[in-house]
């Protein structure tokens, strides 16, 4: 009896060791995205439960985008916040149903950190072309091709389970 003890304490000792050099970060701290892949809150979950962006909520619903941003694609969403959507005399309240291209330059195809944004210098967007991209002494930007100023990344990477949502100060205009 003792043997097979021996044995089996000898087979969990090996099984334990080897994952012990497993972990869920890699050198761009994403590897727990690709663990919870599938899991979580969606795109339309977090802009739905976070404070503040109550319009963009609406806007996505009265677009009929909310089943987008729901399902299995990975995006990488720019998500105004209430006061972005007041600069422009909009509110939860506006009749927002004409935004449907405004909203599409929120969103890029895939699910990229807040390194790969800034340091991409461009990005494709899901619709109206391309957006400029960096680090200012305000921190780190995006800015739309009609804007005057950039949007400022306030929120840093709220990750859900199909892509990351970051909340900007600015609605991107194309």
Not at 44 to 51: E, G, S, Y
Not at 121 to 142: H, K, P, R, W, Y
């Amino acid at each position: 009896m003792s043997r097979i003890a021996a044995v089996i304490y000898t087979c969990l000792l090996i099984i334990s060791l080897s994952f012990a050099g497993v972990s869920f970060a890699d050198d761009d701290d994403r590897g727990y995205r690709d663990y919870f892949r599938g899991r979580g809150p969606s795109i339309a979950d977090i802009v739905i439960n976070t404070d503040g962006l109550d319009t963009l909520e609406a806007a996505l619903a009265a677009n009929d985008l909310v089943g987008l941003f729901d399902g299995r694609k990975r995006f990488t969403v720019f998500a105004p916040t209430n006061e972005a959507f007041a600069e422009l005399g909009l509110d939860e309240n506006s009749d927002l149903s004409g935004l449907a291209d405004v909203l599409g330059y929120h969103a890029s195809k895939g699910d990229l950190s807040l390194e790969e944004v800034v340091t991409a210098g461009e990005l494709q967007m899901l619709l109206s072309g391309t957006t400029m991209t960096g680090v200012s002494s305000d921190g780190a930007f995006i800015k739309g091709n009609s804007n005057p100023a950039a949007a400022v990344i306030v929120v840093e990477g709220l990750d859900a389970r199909n892509g990351v949502v970051y909340v900007i100060d600015t609605v991107l205009l194309p």
